[in-house]
């Protein structure tokens, strides 16, 4: 195991740092200037080479993403002399359109997107396997076909057409919750829950839908090993034959597609994030799209990167402790 964990953290670097040049390089060199945008409209050719020198692009590519590594594992300096602009570790970049370090801006909305992601996972892991596994354990029938038609319509459902159907409903029309708006956990608990509670539902329906259709294939296969039919013949309780020995090898699957929409959730769900209004890292990404704001750009890439590399490695070493048959 340990040797393992050391060659799957070894791969982990090489991912991130080759996403880390790919990103870099496709960024910095589009016809787009991040010195003009900076420097914005009325911007003289004598302020125009100032700003460059201050954001290190008047180096070459080479020499600026070397100083971009070296940023994000000591930190480094924007500018020289008394207007200089220190980033601190670890500096992923420093936004002139925010006139702060990129890692800050991150670190300020990265509660939301966390609690946007783990209250949605909850909810779509509880309602998709829910209904995977009672369809399949009643394949073939009302049940089944019922849940599995309604899961083709909440998948054929667009996200955003999913949440403005919420808002009017239940905010504007019915009046049950408050337009979302975030809160955080600390503070008040019921208050962060209600308002995030359409964004959750919104995500989950898309997500459930998804799972639901796994988890039932899954399932209906594992359910037909030999191992059930003689945990079967034991005289095992339908319960334990179903929980214990046919779910928890039907969740192989499951986890493997789980790392990877947890790990890109939790880097911002754009979408949602910006028709309720959120200020996620999704709608930063957003908004720096909009802007041209490209260390804010690679910054939220290398986030999303490394949590979806991160979640997938976690996942690997989850089947061990599901699957008793895999061993590392």
């Known amino acids: 195991m340990i040797l393992y964990l050391g060659r799957r953290l070894v791969g982990v670097a090489g991912i991130l740092l080759a996403i880390c040049a790919i990103t870099f390089t496709i960024f910095y060199l589009l016809p787009n200037d991040p010195a003009a945008a900076a420097c914005g409209k009325t911007c003289s050719p004598e302020r125009l080479a100032d700003v460059k020198a201050a954001m290190g692009l008047d ?15 000591a930190g480094r300096d924007y500018g020289t002399g008394p207007s200089a602009v220190h980033c601190g570790f670890p500096c992923l970049g420093y936004s002139y359109e925010y006139s702060l370090p990129v890692w800050d801006l991150l670190t300020d909305r990265l509660p939301v997107s966390i609690s946007l992601a783990i209250g949605s996972a909850v909810l779509w892991l509880l309602l ?23 899961s083709v319509g909440a998948a054929s459902l667009p996200v955003y057409f999913t949440s403005i159907m919420l808002i009017w409903g239940v905010v504007r029309t019915a009046g049950w919750l408050p337009y979302p708006a975030y809160h955080a956990f600390t503070e008040d608990p019921v208050e962060w829950a209600s308002n995030l509670l359409l964004p959750w539902i919104a995500l989950a329906l898309l997500y459930a ?8 294939n899954s399932m209906i296969e594992a359910m037909a090993e030999p191992y059930i039919r003689t945990a079967r013949a034991k005289g095992l309780p339908p319960r334990t034959v179903t929980v214990k020995h046919g779910l928890r090898s039907a969740m192989t699957p499951i986890l493997t597609i789980f790392g990877m929409d947890l790990g890109g959730l939790l880097a911002g769900a754009v979408i949602t994030e910006s028709i309720f209004g959120l200020p996620g890292v999704g709608r930063l990404f957003y908004d720096g799209l909009a802007r041209s704001d490209q260390p804010v750009i690679l910054g939220v890439t290398l986030l999303a990167a490394f949590f979806i590399v991160v979640a997938n490695l976690l996942v690997d070493l989850l089947y061990a402790f599901v699957d008793p048959r895999v061993r590392y």
């Open 59 to 73: 180096k070459s590519v080479w020499q600026q993403f070397a100083d971009y590594l070296t940023g994000i594992f």
């Open 128 to 150: 998709g396997l829910g209904a995977g596994v009672t369809s399949a354990l009643r394949k073939g029938g009302f049940t089944d076909r019922t849940l599995m038609v309604l």
């Open 209 to 216: 839908a998804m799972y639901a259709r796994q988890s039932r």
